[in-house]
């Protein structure tokens, strides 16, 4: 049967602020992985839209999805599907929600989307049909697993920068036959290609990315650890300790 390799877990330099990557750089790395489908999961925060200030909601949706459209465009060229989703930053915590199953028309249509509480993002989810997968559930700083909201968990986050404890957040969705994924969290050169899953086609779009991730439920996963590179602030940090 063939695999293709997804990553479900990328942040873009123009929008997360997190980012250190171009869209358009991070798509042709990934091209060189042999990546078949890149979703872009940038943050969907209150901190990031009330920057926007007093612009219209289209607007700030434009700026939102800047570095998925820079992205889609460099797969277009580079043959790699470029799918839309996004990391959802439940207000006032840390807590980081995976959302797959939804188009651009919808975030158009869903004005402030990202002041829900995590009852009224279930609710908004059951009414869509959205896919909600909670990121590195057992990170440092996450208050809790949100059972009563998401199908499933981040089982592996390959980010170097963060113990994430993956092994904790297996155990936990294999207890409850939950769909488990891995995502890279990708946001420099070092990130890539640590993570991610093979599906058995690749999505033509994020709606048909979520049934695929519901009718799988435990894709293979791609699990490379990656090597944290110190910046030169934190070597200089280091130096002077």
């Not at 470029?82 to 439940?90: A, P, S």
């Not at 915590?93 to 009224?120: K, P, Q």
């Not at 969705?173 to 891995?182: F, G, K, M, N, Y």
């Not at 293979?220 to 910046?231: L, M, N, Q, S, Y």
Request: net charge neutral.
């Amino acid at each position: 049967m063939d695999a293709y390799k997804t990553e479900l877990h990328f942040h873009t330099a123009e929008v997360s602020p997190c980012g250190r990557f171009p869209a358009s750089w991070g798509i042709r790395l990934y091209k060189k992985l042999g990546y078949h489908t890149v979703v872009i999961t940038d943050h969907f925060s209150k901190r990031y839209f009330e920057k926007l200030g007093s612009l219209s909601w289209e607007q700030k949706v434009d700026c939102f999805l800047k570095g998925y459209r820079n992205a889609r465009r460099e797969g277009d060229k580079r043959g790699v599907r470029v799918i839309l989703g996004m990391e959802y930053d439940l207000p006032d915590t840390r807590d980081d929600i995976l959302v797959y199953g939804f188009d651009e028309a919808f975030l158009y249509a869903n004005e402030n989307l990202f002041l829900l509480e995590a009852d009224a993002l279930r609710r908004k989810a059951e009414e869509n049909h959205l896919l909600l997968i909670q990121a590195h559930p057992f990170r440092k700083n996450i208050t809790r697993v949100h059972d009563e909201l998401v199908e499933g968990l981040e089982v592996f986050n390959g980010n170097p920068r963060h113990d994430s404890n993956n092994p904790k957040a297996l155990a936990y969705a294999s207890e409850r036959h939950w769909i488990a994924v891995s995502g890279s969290d990708f946001h420099r050169r070092e990130d890539a290609g640590t993570g991610g899953v093979y599906l058995p086609s690749i999505p033509k779009d994020s709606l048909e990315l979520a049934e695929l991730l519901r009718s799988v439920l435990t894709p293979e996963r791609i699990e490379k650890p990656g090597v944290h590179k110190p910046t030169f602030m934190e070597n200089l940090l280091h130096k002077f300790k």
